[in-house]
Nanobody, 129 residues
Framework: VQLQASGGGLVQAGGSLRLSCAASGRTFSRSVMGWFRQAPGKEREFVAAISWSGGSTYYADSVKGRFTISRDNAKNTVSLQMNSLKPEDTAVYYC???????????????????????WGQGTLVTVSS
């Protein structure tokens, strides 16, 4: 099972990037998917999550209104559209997947790293001021 994140790069403040995460080895079409990030010298933090149906999304307060998570279950992918980027968004971004299909959780649990069983290798996003 592999989660491959891509789309990171260098962008100026105020710019946009779109991250993608492709899953292989099994289908995650009925699994919660999420994005986390880790800035240099900081702990990994939650960014966004999406229910397996795509009907519910969850965001960290720091990205709400600027980032949008979406999924394409037919393609086994999840994406993160990032707009109005700020220097403080600079981090390695990781996609993650829940290994238990069809589950739903209370809202706060979606932001917990313990929910996710599979993790991608990360893609670096650098936002210059």
């Amino acid at each position: 099972v592999q989660l491959q994140a891509s789309g990171g790069g260098l962008v100026q403040a105020g710019g946009s990037l779109r991250l993608s995460c492709a899953a292989s080895g099994r289908t995650f079409s009925r699994s919660v998917m999420g994005w986390f990030r880790q800035a240099p010298g900081k702990e990994r933090e939650f960014v966004a999550a999406i229910s397996w149906s795509g009907g519910s999304t969850y965001y960290a307060d720091s990205v709400k209104g600027r980032f949008t998570i979406s999924r394409d279950n037919a393609k086994n992918t999840v994406s993160l559209q990032m707009n109005s980027l700020k220097p403080e968004d600079t981090a390695v971004y990781y996609c993650a997947a829940d290994g238990r299909p069809g589950r739903t959780y209370s809202g706060s649990y979606y932001s917990s790293a313990t929910l996710y069983d599979y993790w991608g290798q990360g893609t670096l996003v650098t936002v210059s001021s």
